[in-house]
């Protein structure tokens, strides 16, 4: 398998895309264009709208999107955009292409991450060899893990966002009939994302029969950020349901190799973190707690860490278990 450079690197959220350069393998990629999704009709129109901006016409173009993928297609969950790989790689004359699930690229780039794009979550544990995790609330949650089989790095992708997330105490049995439905359900997803976080918020409120401030989640964390007390309960709850969803998934993955938070909200709120209590949530797992207490947990603080992960893809491609011919806008020669 072979990307020609230049190749341009494409991360593509619900709200936000954000596109980087890189000009040539193991040259570290240019700083980020941003544009909102919804401004856009599609990733072809989203690539014209930056062509300009390229010291070089791109010859590759790797794609993480946040959706499920099926090998050349994407749907995008909460966006009205379709990426069809063949279609974009004629439509921008690139040579080559490749499209990744947003967190399957997320685990493709734990190999990359610099050590100051990251932040420990309570006291320094080391990551012992095994499956790595990552996981984290934007529009949407993802999920998934990274495989390191005879030195090549294996990505398994996951919608654990869709899966029923139920209350475990008190707290959140009082609020968890006050939690508005999606399709009539309660996922982690539902509540453990910008949306979910709004969601969180007005059920708290209908607990105490008030109704919460409007707003979505970014002006909850805002208000939260500026001392509000009630907004603040509302993000230290959210992290106690980060925490408790991050532990079982370490159990099902037996993740020893390490839990990375990322998405848009956590890197916000990480001064709102009581470390003690995300990790006594994380390590509740009897009989199993003393499992988990070992695994080391983080936030990715930084948006460059899978720009830079495509990036190495990108250059070394061998190291990395992809079926290629599966997934490659152009057979590969």
Known sequence: MHFPFPVLLCDIGGTNVRVAFAAAPGEPPSAALHTHTHHC????????????????????LIVCAAGPLEERRLKLTNADWTIDGPEIAEALKLEQGLLLNDFEAQALSLPALLPEWTREIGAARSARGGLRLVLGPGTGLGAAALAEIDGRFLPLATEIGHTDFGPTNSEEEAIWPHLERVEGRVTAESVISGPGLVRLHEARAACRGVVAEPGDGVAVVDRALAGSAEEIETVRLFWHLVARLSGDLALAFFATGGISLAGGILPRIVDLLGPADFRAAFEAKAPLDHVVAAIPTRVIMSGAGVLAGMAALAAHPERYVVDYNARCWRQPR
Request: net charge negative.
């Open 41 to 60: 009709a599609g990733l072809a129109e989203a690539m014209d709208a930056m062509a300009g901006h390229w010291p070089q016409p791109p010859r590759s």
